[in-house]
Every structure is written in C-alpha cells, then in structure tokens.
Antibody
Framework: EVQLVESGGGLVQPGGSLRLSCAAS????????MTWVRQAPGKELEWMAS????????KYVDSVKGRFTISRDNAENSLYLQMNSLRVEDTAVYYC????????WGQGALVTVSS | IVMTQTPLSSPVTLGQPASISCGSS???????????LSWLQQRPGQPPRLLIY???NRVSGVPDRFSGSGAGTDFTLRISRVEAEDVGVYYC?????????FGQGTRLEIK
C-alpha cells in the first residue's frame, strides 16, 4: 500500500524557515518524480515544486523560486521541502504527492506563518 | 496555462447526473501525443484523490459512474448518478507543461 506521511509543519514567524519531510513507502520511491502541492485555508490547490526520480531536475512555481528548495533522499525514501523567507501568504496545508500527476497524496502538514 | 472550471458550485439531486467543465488557456496536447488532463476529488476534511488521468482514464477503485471526456482545451467530468459520498470539491489539473496548474475547484453539493 502506497503511503506518504508528511511531517515538520508548525507555526513560524514571517521571515523564518521550516523544513518539511515526507516519508514514502509501499512503492519504489526512486522510480517516481515527486511533488509538493499546497492549499491555503479555504482555497484551491497550488502546485509548488516537483523533482525528477534521481533529483537531477527540479521545477518550481515562480512565487517560491529562490525561497523554497525541493530535495530527495532515495536511500531513505524521503522527500523534503526547505522553506526560507516565509511569508504570511505561505500559510497552507502542504501535501506530498507521487508523480507529476499526483496519483497518491499524503494527509498534509499545516504550516502557519504568523507573528 | 490557466485552467477555468464551470460551474463553481453545483447543487444536484441524489441519483441525478452532474457535469463539470474545465477549459485551458492553451492546448493540453503534449509533444509526446498525450493530453495530461486529470480530475481530482476532495471530500470535506480529506486530502485530494486522483479520479481520472489523461482525460478519461479512471484510477483503479473509482466507480464507473465517473467519466471524463474532451480534447485540446475543453474537458468535462460527468457523474452519471450522484451519490451522497460524491459531495466535495472537484479540481481539474494539467501537467502537460510546467508549472502544473489546477482549476479553481467546483463544489458539488446535494440539493
């Protein structure tokens, strides 16, 4: 059974940093692109970033380029999102998903940016 | 690519059909010949769930009352007979071109 479990969410002040993790199981992690998608409270889904199977290619939405970094550790079956210079508008539930099509989703990690 | 869904809200009677439209600002036909248009369902309090990929391919376990159609820039999700468990928000999504983009979502509710 495919499982994606996010961790690392929490409350952070504007300008602060946070690192999200996603532990994957039930499939061969190194065979898939992996993706982060977020959803602000009461809002629609927003794609953040995706990384290729071996981590050699990374794509980002313009609003987070230079602030967020997606990475992966295939030996640990883990996906990460390093978030720096956080803004109030980054407050959202962040989902780890499998593939670019996002055929499996985790339960999400809530990130709240507030002073 | 901007994805536009209509309607944004759809009150439906149980057992009746429902239809959601999704338009893209440019063709979703990829250079590999595939059209990477998906539909996702988000039930209240749950993460999204992929229902349909590449226009019309149902994910394993998705009831056959859900169907997808369309081509190019115009796509439709149909539910043949709405059941209570279908309540939630439905999103179309394109991954033909980065950045991946989603529609605004259509809220399906029971009359």
């Amino acid at each position: 059974e495919v499982q994606l479990v996010e961790s690392g969410g929490g409350l952070v002040q504007p300008g602060g940093s946070l690192r999200l993790s996603c532990a994957a199981s039930g499939f061969t992690f190194s065979n898939y692109w992996m993706t982060w998608v977020r959803q602000a409270p009461g809002k629609e889904l927003e794609w953040m970033a995706s990384t290729k199977e071996d981590g050699s290619e990374k794509k980002y939405v313009d609003s987070v380029k230079g602030r967020f970094t997606i990475s992966r550790d295939n030996a640990e079956n883990s996906l990460y999102l390093q978030m720096n210079s956080l803004r109030v508008e980054d407050t959202a539930v962040y989902y780890c998903t499998r593939g670019i099509t996002s055929d499996y989703w985790g339960q999400g990690a809530l990130v709240t940016v507030s002073s | 690519i901007v994805m536009t869904q209509t309607p944004l809200s759809s009150p439906v009677t149980l057992g009746q059909p429902a239809s959601i439209s999704c338009g893209s600002s440019q063709s979703l036909v990829h250079s590999d010949g595939n059209t990477y248009l998906s539909w996702l369902q988000q039930r209240p309090g749950q993460p999204p769930r992929l229902l349909i990929y590449k226009i019309s391919n149902r994910v394993s376990g998705v009831p056959d009352r859900f169907s997808g159609s369309g081509a190019g820039t115009d796509f439709t999700l149909r539910i043949s007979r709405v059941e209570a468990e279908d309540v939630g928000v439905y999103y179309c999504m394109q991954r033909t071109q980065f950045p991946v983009t989603f529609g605004q979502g259509t809220r399906l509710e029971i009359k």
